[in-house]
Nanobody
Framework: QVDVVESGGGSVQPGGSLTLLCAAS????????IGWFRQAPGKEREGVSC????????YYLDSVKGRFTASRDNAKNTVYLQMNSLKPEDTAVYYC???????????????????WGQGTQVTVSS
């Protein structure tokens, strides 16, 4: 059974940190480009980061560069998104998606995502 599961979301104060996990089962993440997306209430979904073994990276949305770091542990079949210096505008449901051997640019120009997780809520508020 193929599945992608995000975890690690929560509520933090501005300036805080969270690490999101994207764990895959039923397929090997190292053959896939892994994109992180987020969707805030009333807004469209946007690409946040992408990591791929085929075209390098990771790549980031401008507004998170220097604050977020994507990484992968192939042995654990898991991709991580370390989020530091969080801001209220980072509040959203965060999703990870996997696309087989796709270039990361598709995270932002579409389409992307053979498999999607269910999302994890990140809330940044004082």
């Amino acid at each position: 059974q193929v599945d992608v599961v995000e975890s690690g979301g929560g509520s933090v104060q501005p300036g805080g940190s969270l690490t999101l996990l994207c764990a895959a089962s039923g397929f090997r993440l190292d053959y896939y480009a892994i994109g992180w997306f987020r969707q805030a209430p009333g807004k469209e979904r946007e690409g946040v980061s992408c990591i791929s073994s085929s075209d390098g990276g990771p790549y980031y949305l401008d507004s998170v560069k220097g604050r977020f770091t994507a990484s992968r542990d192939n042995a654990k079949n898991t991709v991580y998104l370390q989020m530091n210096s969080l801001k209220p505008e980072d509040t959203a449901v965060y999703y990870c998606a996997a696309s087989f051997r796709l270039e990361c640019s598709r995270v932002w120009v579409g389409p992307f995502g053979d498999y999607w997780g269910q999302g994890t809520q990140v809330t940044v508020s004082s």
